[in-house]
């Protein structure tokens, strides 16, 4: 069956430039989880959905980070007046929603930023 | 304290010889999931293998199993029988059982990378 998939593979932007990145999850899938990876920071979570809603926004770096989902399925992270240091791989994950610790998160294969 | 170490920042390994990734862990829960991924250059992450604490036997799937020592808190990746496809970064991910805690918390990585 289809995997997650998320686009655009490859952005590029201008410092300043907002920026919105998609992520459609694996169909049934209740959970959706954001992580960026980063050669200084390695990989970071950054916020998890359970359907519609986020309980946890813990590790969104700043307010110009903010993320949404609707219907249950679709997720868009949007980064405004972009930073050289957004530059990162933004992985999204999803998962059955059955609860830790042993749901298995199910990775798509990123969008590449590049913040000029 | 880093809640998970991967030490190996780089092996070297012939095919078909088995080859043991490391990774020790650190949490006062008794209920986390330990999983580990596979990230080849494409840069999808790949889920390989999960251990659940109250897990008895150490997991297994093909070529994969994980060597579970609970007391020593690590869950080392045993790939046998390696292949040239084997060559990519691995990860060691902890998931720990505490209510509201949907995250994974990644260690560094270890480059693998499989020598005809």
């Known amino acids: 069956g289809a995997g997650v998939s998320q686009s655009p593979s490859n952005k590029v932007t201008e410092k300043g430039k907002d920026v919105e990145l998609r992520c459609d999850p694996i169909?049934?899938?209740?959970?959706l989880y954001w992580y960026r990876q980063s050669l200084g920071q390695g990989l970071e979570f950054l916020i998890y959905f359970q359907g519609n809603s986020a309980p946890d926004k813990s590790g969104l770096p700043s307010d110009r980070f903010s993320a949404e989902r609707t219907g249950g399925s679709v997720s868009t992270l949007t980064i405004q007046r972009t930073q050289q240091e957004d530059s990162a791989v933004y992985l999204c994950?999803?998962?059955?929603?059955?609860?830790?610790?042993?749901?298995?998160?199910?990775f798509g294969p990123g969008t590449r930023l590049l913040v000029l | 304290a880093q809640k998970i170490t991967q030490t190996q920042p780089g092996m070297f390994v012939q095919e078909k010889e088995a080859v043991t990734l490391d990774c020790t862990y650190d949490?006062?829960?008794?209920?986390?999931?330990l999983f580990w991924y596979k990230q080849p250059s494409s840069g999808e992450m790949i889920f390989l293998i999960y251990q659940g604490s109250y897990d008895e036997q150490n997991a297994t799937e093909g070529r994969y199993s994980l060597n579970f020592q609970k007391a020593r808190k690590s869950a080392n990746l045993v790939i046998s029988a390696s292949q040239l496809g084997d060559s990519a970064m691995y990860f060691c991910?902890?998931?720990?059982?505490?209510?509201?805690?949907?995250?994974?918390?990644f260690g560094t990585g270890t480059r693998l990378t499989i020598i005809p």
């Open positions: 169909s049934g899938h209740t959970a």
């Open positions: 991910a902890m998931r720990e059982g505490l209510l509201g805690n949907e995250k994974l918390t």
């Open positions: 994950a999803s998962g059955l929603g059955q609860g830790p610790p042993w749901e298995t998160q199910y």
């Open positions: 949490t006062s829960d008794q209920s986390y999931g």
